[in-house]
């Protein structure tokens, strides 16, 4: 993976809380930021993905490729938030499109 610096500012008290965790962890601040972002960035795709899926924008499959897991693994994320899953043979046929892209 590539890697550039970036610099931000960043609230002393989550500065505070992120040497806390290091030290927890053994590890450096670095490392532990990077975690965290690709954690965060993870957890918001995933947000985005089941909001645009509830809202009807997008397909079971497509909310499943924007976020990097299966298929069924995100019909299992969506039956525990209680999001319906409503499967269509127009979605099906869809689906099976953009897998063949």
Partial sequence: MRERLISF????EIEKEIESLASLEDSDKSKLI??????????RKLESALKLYSEGK?????????TGVSLWKMMEIAKERKII???????????????AE
């Fill in 58 to 66: 997008i397909s079971l499959w497509k909310a499943a490729r924007m």
């Fill in 9 to 12: 500012r960043l609230p002393i």
């Fill in 85 to 99: 899953v409503q499967y269509s043979e127009k979605e099906l046929k869809e689906d099976l499109k953009a897998f």
């Fill in 34 to 43: 990077r975690e965290l972002l690709i954690l965060g960035i993870k957890k």
